[in-house]
């Protein structure tokens, strides 16, 4: 069957080893040394024609192949499969397969036998075989199928298999792999930690300033917006022109880290909304690259903001306080100036009764002042504390309202307003603490009369509604901007521009007035149309049913207000007449004609009965234009000026007398209760010769007097 066929088909090469199929390889040469008679396969000459072909080729292929046949499965392989054997070849070469691969028999032993019984083939992928071809246990893997090779009488001879040793690259891969999943994991640590960061981390790419990571507290500081992956500047557009797109490319070209604390930033929350005012600590480091060259830089730092404000909000309360001290020295030495004046009159020998006795009276209307002062304050540290209690009763508007009148009306006459009242017909009952309620009225009557110009209009209404009644007072005065009438409610807040008036109080009338509304449950509001427009304040107070006010009245009986003293004392009717007298006579420089001016009656009239008992001639001015006049008419040997007046201030003043012909060389002197180093240096800008601060010793000023009138 064999001899024919043989000549032609490749198992010829199996029966003649130097026949043309054989190939010179070396599993072909171990082919031809081994005596197949001593072997389960027996002579060659007996082979199958299909082990043959199978043989033929397995040995001519290249790719890694073997053959295992008969019930031993005799193992016959190609050059390609050696390095799969490792130090098993060349022993394994037509040894039972079973034999060479016991390490590995529990998985391709199964496999053997489902192929040789039932010739079902199988196919394996990349599966671990852990092997010891080299000597010690290996990981292996492999891709390889058996299928049955059929014997010339049709029953399974044997089986094939082509096989490939994939442990390069399944290790390959899952070194890959590893890496991959290595640099993710340390790109989730880097995001963990950059979103975790105590303040805002960015990572910008290249010269364009690309975000390429950002964490949450960046995205909180700039609202939000989709900016990864997008130069910097495109898509925070509100970021430029501030200065960081210069840091940045400074820190990139330079290479020079930049540290900033405090930093200003402008950013709006999205996009179209307003800017919002954000301040930042923060470090620009440069990113380099392996050789070096920037590639990037990392941004950090911290929204500071809170901090930055609440430092601002005590600088200002700081210098607040320093300016409500100023202010409070002010308006001590204000009253302070007529008594100690007051004092010297009544002291000296010259004075007769009538000038005592009319000392006495400003003595007392300044200690009143002073009081009411201190009373004030003492009530607003007790506001401020939760201290200050009400006694509520019931009571009736009307009373209140006149309670309120007797404190301001000589002040609004003074200043000749016309005040008009209109209060509901009905009487109003409340349930209230009457001299507080008499104290908010008169406080904001008071304020109308003194921010208005002389001859203003003053209303006082009163509405009473559904639960609640309404009080306001308008005027006709200064009116307040925009932005300072939530301002004027703070605790000594003034406004710049009624500061040099006058009549500028501590600047806690309005705190203590809105302290004590609110004690009461109500509000108090303020609405001016703008400067020079005059201004409404408007005062809401809860009404009871009228059950409830009866029910406290039974109780506590009629309302008894008390009036308060007004902060501004009007003139005195019964000052001594101050422009001719020449009394005593101890002064080098008797009958000196000196002109003084204040607005204060009281700070006037005694200085001018001072001056008077020291033999001075005087003249006396009542604000600033009059002084003015007066030293134009009169040319007096030296005036003696108070700063804050209405009309024109004692800056004002003594600016014009110096730029006139007859004032340029006229002693002026300063008489303020400013007394701050650069009140000072601010009245000698002005041309004042002299500063002196009230309330001044009479031997200073008189002595003062004598030395500037002496050449
Ligand atoms: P004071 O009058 O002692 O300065 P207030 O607390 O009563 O203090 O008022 C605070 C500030 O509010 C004043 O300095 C003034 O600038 C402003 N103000 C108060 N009442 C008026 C008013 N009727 N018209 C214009 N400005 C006012």
Not at 260 to 283: A, K
Not at 437 to 458: E, F, H, M, P, W
Request: charged share 20%; proline share 6%.
């Amino acid at each position: 069957m064999e001899t024919d066929q043989s000549s032609t088909s490749p198992s010829i090469l199996l029966q003649d080893a130097d026949g043309p199929g054989l190939p010179a390889t070396e599993a072909g040469q171990l082919f031809r040394t081994i005596d197949w008679n001593t072997t389960p396969l027996g002579p060659q000459d007996a082979w199958p024609q299909s082990l043959r072909i199978a043989l033929g080729v397995c040995l001519n292929s290249r790719f890694p192949m073997f053959v295992w046949w008969g019930p031993s499965l005799v193992n016959l392989y190609n050059d390609a499969y050696i390095p799969v054997l490792g130090k098993r070849h060349p022993t394994a070469f037509g040894r039972p397969a079973r034999e060479t691969w016991a390490d590995i028999w529990d998985v391709v032993g199964p496999q053997a036998e489902q192929v040789m019984l039932e010739g079902r083939p199988t196919w394996n992928q990349d599966v671990l075989l852990v092997m010891e071809r080299n000597g010690y246990p290996e990981d292996t893997y492999f891709t390889w199928s058996y299928s049955p090779i059929y014997d010339d009488d049709g029953s399974i001879g044997g089986l094939f298999c082509a096989c490939q040793e994939e442990t390069a690259r399944v290790v390959a891969e899952r070194e890959r792999d590893r890496l991959i999943r290595q640099a993710q994991d340390a790109m989730q640590t880097l995001k963990t930690w950059f979103d975790q960061a105590p303040g805002f981390v960015a990572l910008l790419k290249g010269p364009d300033f690309v975000f390429d990571m950002v964490n949450d507290a960046y995205l909180q500081l700039v609202g939000h917006r989709g900016i990864e992956g997008r130069p910097a500047f495109e898509a925070l557009p509100d970021l430029r022109n501030q200065g960081y797109e210069e840091l940045l490319q400074r820190v990139y070209v330079s290479g020079e880290p930049f540290i900033g604390r405090g930093l200003r930033l402008q950013v709006q929350e999205s996009p179209g909304d307003d800017l919002r005012e954000r301040y930042v600590d923060l470090i620009y480091q440069p990113v380099r690259n392996t050789d070096g060259a920037v590639t990037g830089i990392f941004a950090q730092g911290h929204d500071v903001t809170e901090q930055v404000l609440a430092v601002n909000a005590l600088k200002e309360a700081d210098q607040r306080k320093d300016e409500f001290l100023a202010t409070l020295a002010h308006e001590l030495r204000n009253p302070l100036a007529p008594i100690r004046q007051a004092v010297a009159v009544a002291k000296s020998p010259a004075a007769d009764e009538a000038r005592t006795a009319w000392a006495l009276a400003v003595i007392d209307r300044q200690v009143s002042h002073m009081a009411v002062l201190l009373e004030d304050l003492l009530d607003v540290s007790r506001i401020s504390r939760g201290r200050l209690h009400l006694r509520m009763q019931g009571v009736v508007l009307a009373e209140v309202v006149q309670a309120a009148l007797e404190a301001v009306q000589p002040m609004i006459d003074a200043k000749g307003h016309h005040l008009a009242i209109a209060l509901p017909e009905q009487p109003v009952r409340l349930v209230a603490d009457p001299v507080r309620l008499a104290q908010v009225l008169s406080n904001l009557l008071s304020n109308a009369a003194k921010y208005t110009d002389a001859g203003g209009r003053i209303t006082l209404e009163a509405h009473a509604g559904e639960g609640c009644l309404t009080l306001r007072v308008q005027d006709t005065g200064i009116g307040l901007s925009i932005d300072s009438q939530d301002e004027i409610f703070e605790m000594f807040s003034q406004v710049a521009s009624a500061l040099h008036r006058s009549e500028g109080g501590l600047g806690i009338g309005l705190a203590l007035t809105k302290g004590i509304v609110e004690l009461h449950g109500g509000s108090l509001r303020v609405h001016s149309e703008g400067l020079g427009h005059g201004s409404v304040f408007t005062v809401s107070l809860p009404l009871p049913a009228a059950e409830a006010v009866e029910a406290v009245e039974g109780g506590a009986g009629a309302a008894h207000p008390q009036p308060t003293t007004p902060a501004d004392t009007p003139a005195p009717t019964q000052a001594p007449a101050a422009s001719d007298g020449v009394e005593g006579a101890e002064s080098a420089a008797e009958g000196t004609l000196v002109l003084v001016a204040d607005d204060n009656a009281d700070a006037l009239d005694s200085l001018a009965a001072l001056l008077e008992l020291n033999g001075h001639r005087v003249v006396k001015a009542r604000d600033g234009r009059e002084a003015l006049e007066i030293a134009r008419r009169v040319r007096p040997r030296v005036a003696i000026l108070d700063i804050g007046m209405p009309d024109l201030s004692g800056f004002e003043v003594a600016r014009q007398i110096r730029a006139s012909a007859w004032g340029a060389t006229m002693p002026l002197v300063a008489l303020t209760g400013w007394g701050q180093p650069e009140d000072a240096r601010a009245a000698l800008d002005a041309g004042f010769t002299h500063h002196l601060t009230k309330p001044v010793a009479p031997a200073v000023l008189g002595s003062l007097v004598r030395a500037v009138t002496a050449n």
